[in-house]
């Protein structure tokens, strides 16, 4: 009984959050802006650059791990995986579902709201989680 009330609390304060949540986002201006995906871009050449080459460097020197030839090109592929899962997310929590190829203008998607947003973005970008 008293699980079950906790249970409950716990689910309404866990609902009473995310309503909170989604009101202060339709409260917030929604703006228009690149920054993040620029910013994302910088990082991802500068650390598709030097972090693969950087690590594979420190392995060998310290550790005298080598992993071959090629290691660099597959840790670039493997930082290039995780930095597009990054922009994934950036996406989805950002709302910035205006830099979807094809998808709204950003009028548009001002207008859905963030509840229809995230569910846009979540829907277009699932397809490179599978």
Partial sequence: MVGRIA???LSGTANAQAEEKEKMMDQQEYKKTYKPL???M?????????IPVFINRT?????QITWGEGAEVRMVL???VIAIDGLLVMI???EYVYWINGG?????AKAAGSEKRKAYAAAHLSVFLT
């Fill in 78 to 80: 493997m930082f290039t």
């Fill in 7 to 9: 249970a409950g609390q």
């Fill in 59 to 63: 392995l060998d020197q310290l550790f």
């Fill in 92 to 94: 989805y929590t950002g």
């Fill in 104 to 108: 709204p203008s950003f009028e548009e």
């Fill in 42 to 50: 910088i990082l991802f050449i500068a650390g598709s650059t030097f």
């Fill in 38 to 40: 620029i910013l994302w």
